[in-house]
Nanobody
Framework: QVQLAESGGGLVQPGGSLRLSCEAS????????MGWERQAAGKQRELVAS???????YYLDSVKGRFTISRDNAKNTVDLQMNSLKPEDTADYYC?????????WGQGTQVAVSS
């Protein structure tokens, strides 16, 4: 059974930074798609950023220039560096990874941006 464990969430002031990390219980060498999603209270879950095995990335328009997704195959992690955080970034953040056509999700980590 594959497990994904997110960490790094917390409370931060507007303009601050957080780095989320998602560690997989198996090698991500064969993971062809990795991403971070978020769900704010009362809203639908949305894809924030993704990275494919070739290195191409996708970002939600509202986070472009502020968030950076990266993967480290040696550590089996996919990270999301979040800078210049805004109150509207407040949400539960989940990592999602695809191996051989199957998606797996972590339990999520909370991010709250407030003064």
């Amino acid at each position: 059974q594959v497990q994904l464990a997110e960490s790094g969430g917390g409370l931060v002031q507007p303009g601050g930074s957080l780095r989320l990390s998602c560690e997989a219980s198996r090698s991500i060498d064969s993971a062809d798609w990795m991403g971070w999603e978020r769900q704010a209270a009362g809203k639908q879950r949305e894809l924030v950023a993704s990275i494919v095995s070739g290195g191409r990335t996708y970002y939600l328009d509202s986070v472009k220039g502020r968030f950076t997704i990266s993967r480290d195959n040696a550590k089996n992690t996919v990270d999301l560096q979040m800078n210049s955080l805004k109150p509207e970034d407040t949400a539960d953040y989940y990592c999602r990874v695809r191996w051989y056509g199957y998606y797996y999700w972590g339990q999520g980590t909370q991010v709250a941006v407030s003064s």
